[in-house]
């Protein structure tokens, strides 16, 4: 018998191991109950890539593009997990649209999956009645053959006394569920428990009473170390729980690192949890955080991921923090003649102290290869209103530091901020063709704005004339649609954004993005270097 099985639900990007389920998997191994963990995402997803799935649900007369990508199923599967990727981005390209293609067999009208996203049109996981329906199986998901046939009798033959499930995004709540009711049937009696940063961004809704999902025993809130810790020695019995501690090791010890969809093997790591900053009116984090901040001491944190490196053979890092501290980014730069040898990328601040030209040189021989940074207007007054607390023109230095130091950098932006006008929009437009030879990578996207968002206390200074839930019928839902009292609102946002990308400069960003793995990836794939 296990004490713990830990599920990762799909659909999520199957191309790095996932971090939450690894430090819980530390943190009751060192306690000394038996762990089991399970990456469904990985395996469902390459289920459905096997070239024998795939034909199957083809047909006996696909059209040309499916025969091809049967045809490459195998040697794109093999080339998108090997160093010869890195050779070619076109010949890697043409390997992901092909596996995508495959993916893109499955599922009843309106289902759709992706390599990096999966959706159900006509089920809303919003909606407390889809959720319903995917738990007692009266509705299915593309992932009940796996999940029927792979996964249910692989958890029953561990009997874990605990089966915990890790819901971090709403492309894995549907499925989550489904995988969640077969479960149930199938093992009456064991403890079935939800969590993740998905579960937490409910908390509001949940503790308030008026909702109580299926199935779950249990559901934890924030951090699930303690929580889980708990239950498996038998003292939490409450339906919510919530968690506190925080814990940075993790154990990778039972997930197959070969076998996810990476030129090499990447893991992930995170020196804290949270956000420091914690002050951005657009953000959730802000208003409701999904974490307590916490940070592992900045002056450990190199050797962890040194040790990590030992323990593993694994030389590619994916730094998951909100924005990586500044203190960390201290410490690595202070070591990297230890760290030369490895490579790290993930998000940052535009902190001040990447203004020091010396550190930025640090962090790169300490093996970084690309930050992200979000920058999210190119106008100042934007910034300010969103308290996002960056200077822009400290942000252009910060980008030609990160240029020169050979540190790809990815820029995020967003337009349809409410309070945006086009005059804003103009300055984001300008900033970005100024600066565009330091932009490593660029994702541009319309703002959705969070149900919590700390500016809907004042909407009438951000030009809100009203703001609600997108579907009334979807009472979980984490965004709202809202009304712009200027001539600004998000039909112009959305036209703005297509002329932006026929920029030459912006479009050219954009080509090089790896498709569907994005960020992911992106390191893998350095831009050229410039002379500015």
């Known amino acids: 018998m296990t004490d713990v099985m830990l599920i990762q639900p799909p659909a999520t990007k199957a191309v790095e191991p996932p971090l939450g389920l690894a430090v819980l998997a530390g943190t009751l191994r060192a306690k000394g109950f038996s762990v089991a963990t399970l990456d469904v995402n990985l395996s469902a997803t390459l289920s459905l890539l096997a070239p024998e799935n795939a034909a199957r649900v083809a047909g006996t007369q696909p ?30 390209a043409t390997a992901l649209h092909h596996l995508h293609t495959l993916l893109g067999l499955y599922g009843d009208k309106g289902e759709r999956l992706t390599l990096g996203d999966y959706e159900y049109e006509e089920f809303s996981p919003f909606a407390p009645a889809a959720l319903q329906q995917v738990a007692e199986g009266s509705v299915t998901t593309l992932f009940h053959e796996h999940f029927a046939g792979e996964v249910v009798p692989a958890v029953v033959s561990r009997a874990p006394r605990i089966i915990a499930l890790s819901i971090n995004y709403r492309h894995q709540l549907l499925p989550s569920f489904e ?31 008026a909702i109580r999902l299926p199935l779950f025993d249990h559901l934890i809130f924030g951090p699930g170390e303690e929580p889980l810790c708990r239950l498996a020695g038998g003292s939490a019995h409450d ?3 919530s968690g506190t501690e925080i814990a940075f090791n993790p154990d990778f010890s039972d997930l197959p690192l070969a076998d996810y969809l990476s030129p090499r093997p990447v893991l992930p790591l995170a020196a804290s949890r949270g956000c420091y900053w914690g002050r951005c009116r657009f953000c959730p984090e802000a208003a409701a955080p999904t974490h307590p901040y916490g940070s592992d001491p900045a002056v450990a944190f190199p050797d962890r991921l040194l040790a990590l490196a030992a323990r593993t053979g694994v030389r590619d890092f994916h730094l998951t923090d909100n924005a990586i501290p500044a203190p960390t980014l201290k410490a690595l730069a202070a070591r990297h003649a230890e760290l030369h040898h490895l490579r790290w990328h993930g998000f940052v601040r535009f902190e001040r102290a990447l203004l020091d030209p010396v550190l930025v040189a640090g962090l790169a021989k300490s093996g970084c290869t690309l930050l992200q940074l979000g920058l999210e207007s190119g106008s100042q007054a934007v910034l300010e209103q969103m308290d996002k607390g960056t200077k822009l023109t400290e942000a252009a230095q910060i980008l030609e530091n990160l240029r020169v130091a050979g540190i790809a950098s990815y820029v995020y932006v967003m337009t349809g901020i409410p309070g945006e006008t086009a005059a804003d929009a103009e300055l984001t ?8 030879e330091k932009i490593g990578f660029l994702n541009l996207a319309l703002m959705n704005l969070p149900r919590d968002a700390s500016l809907l206390e004042q909407a009438g200074d951000y030009a809100i004339d009203s703001a609600n839930l997108l579907d009334s019928a979807a009472p979980l839902g984490l965004y709202r649609s809202f009304s712009s009292s200027t001539d600004w609102g998000r039909d112009e946002a959305r036209r703005f954004l297509a002329a932006l990308k026929r920029e030459p400069a912006i479009r050219a960003i954009l080509q090089r993005t790896p498709p569907w793995l994005t960020s992911n990836h992106a390191f893998f794939f350095p831009p050229p270097a410039r002379v500015c």
């Open 179 to 209: 995988l969640a009711g077969l479960l149930r049937r199938a093992l009456p009696e064991a403890t079935l428990v939800a969590g993740g940063g998905m579960i937490t961004s409910w908390q509001r809704i949940l503790t308030a009473g």
């Open 63 to 92: 059209p040309t593009n499916v025969r091809r990508a049967l045809k490459q199923a195998k040697p794109s599967l093999v080339l998108v997990r090997s160093v010869a990727a890195l050779t070619s981005f076109p010949r890697y």
């Open 239 to 241: 339906y919510l729980l």
């Open 429 to 436: 437009r300008r900033f970005l063709l100024e600066h565009a």
